[in-house]
């Protein structure tokens, strides 16, 4: 600091210094009435048993944890919407089949279904399970007999997912789709045709279906 016509002038800060300190504000913060923001996975299961027809339309993020979804199912903590103060800023949304799928209820689900991504009353990304892969799953072989490895997409992370991010000079190339505080969500799976999932005995070796969901993006929340 030094002084001009005994006027005392501070040191300048940098613009980009001045701009990332602000952002760090948001991460972890302890002040009051400010909010904490950082990376965020929403995700969600469906379930069908062995050798059962599979549903005309799975929702997912309906029905919350508690009951019967543990947190490996599910980390929704109310129906169809986010805890207050929360809003997410949805940047991809992505499907995974569990590894131990037979590819026979693989493949005839993703020839016979298609998803909707409803924010509020709109549509904000819809297609066949194929344009959404999760990025994750298994990779590699195995020497076992009758089990499964399939998986939607390879095992390569969130980029994989459908970009739900408009690019410039649109968008920032940041921001997806807002799920504001209060606001419903939902993923809808929709059935042109159900069919019967494999049997669980010998030779098909069926687990039936386990398909989760997921929407990966930033949280804000509130300081705790």
């Known amino acids: 600091m030094h002084e001009t016509n005994n006027v005392r002038i501070a040191p300048s800060i940098p613009k980009g210094l001045a701009r990332t300190k602000n952002k760090y504000k948001l991460r972890n913060p302890i002040q009051p009435n400010a909010a904490d923001v950082v990376q965020w996975q929403l995700y969600d299961r469906q379930t069908t048993a062995a050798a059962a027809t599979t549903a005309a339309l799975y929702t997912f993020f309906n029905v919350p944890i508690g009951g019967a979804k543990t ?14 103060p929360q809003f997410m800023n949805v940047q991809s949304i992505g499907f995974y089949f569990t590894g131990n799928m037979v590819k026979i209820d693989v493949d005839q689900f993703l020839n016979n279904y298609w998803y909707e991504f409803w924010v509020g009353q709109k549509i904000y990304s819809e297609g066949p399970l194929q344009s959404a892969a999760s990025g994750y799953g298994l990779n590699g072989y195995t020497t076992m007999n009758n089990i499964g490895t399939n998986n939607l997409g390879n095992p390569n992370g969130t980029h994989l997912q459908f970009n ?4 410039p000079p649109v968008g920032d190339g940041l921001n997806g789709v807002s799920i504001l505080q209060g606001q419903t969500f939902y993923v809808k799976v929709f059935a042109g045709a159900t069919f019967a999932l494999a049997a669980a005995a010998a030779p098909t070796n069926g687990i039936g279906l386990n398909l989760m969901c997921f929407l990966t993006g930033i949280l804000s929340r509130g300081v705790q």
């Open 164 to 167: 739900l991010v408009l690019p």
């Open 71 to 84: 947190k490996a199912d599910t980390n929704l903590e109310q129906v169809s919407r986010l805890s207050d």
